[in-house]
């Protein structure tokens, strides 16, 4: 897998050649990423992909679909064998959402972990 490499704003790198690319693993890791900050509906050729975060997070009672939601994108992502561990930590007065994995995949025989805030 080979995909272009993003930077702290989520912009994409131009500039650098190959180091603007991503392989194998980092690439995954960040497809994963991209992937779980897409908002339903906000994709023009695809409204269904994505994850439905403006009605997830304006119910707290919503946790566990939004869960499976989540487990069901990271698991569609190219390359992911299965997701090991999967915790939410949602702020509701500030409504930030932290996600802690971590993978199993085809580029690695351990378990890979990752932390973003959405």
Known sequence: MIIRAV????D????????????????LIQNVKT???EWKGDCFFDN???IDWKNRLAK?????PLRDEIRTVIL???GVVEVIN?????????RNLTLNYS???????EAVSETIEV
């Open 7 to 10: 930077n702290e704003n989520n």
């Open 12 to 27: 994409w790198t131009f500039g650098k050649g190959k180091s603007d690319y991503k392989n194998n693993l980092l690439a």
């Open 35 to 37: 992937r779980l900050q």
């Open 48 to 50: 269904e992909a994505g």
């Open 60 to 64: 707290r009672s919503q946790v566990a």
């Open 76 to 78: 569609k992502s190219d």
């Open 86 to 94: 999967l915790d939410l930590n949602f702020n509701s007065s500030s």
């Open 103 to 109: 993978l199993k995949t085809i580029y690695s025989a």
